[in-house]
């Protein structure tokens, strides 16, 4: 994947550098150093970006500016969601491999 590859798959998933590499598991540095050709991804890496471009750019976890937490736990759609996975263990092992490849918002603090 050359380096016009990498700006190409940013532009279309719409994200920066940075969201990229939170997708990949990666340093932000990494992907701006392929993004000048100075190193270049490794075959897990680019098929890790293939399978994000399939997805589109609702495959890269976007951090909610400003979100109320209050507000969030206070949504009957979350509860739902919420007495579903508790109820359905084949959708909570589901759930838990998507949820791999988010990065965990506990941790950014």
Do not use: H
Not at 80 to 86: A, D, G, H, I, Q
């Amino acid at each position: 994947m050359t380096p016009d590859d990498l700006k190409a798959l940013r532009k279309e998933l719409s994200c920066t550098a940075k969201e990229l590499a939170q997708a990949l598991g990666l340093e932000q540095s990494t992907v701006l150093a392929w993004e000048k050709g100075d190193l270049f991804p490794t075959k897990p890496y680019v098929d890790k970006m293939e399978q994000l471009r399939v997805r589109g750019p609702a495959a890269i976890p976007k951090k909610a500016k400003g979100a109320d937490p209050l507000k969030v736990l206070a949504d009957p759609a979350l509860w739902e969601l919420v007495r579903k996975l508790v109820a359905n263990k084949k959708l909570r092992d589901e759930v838990t491999k998507l949820a791999q490849a988010y990065p965990d918002p506990a941790s950014d603090e």
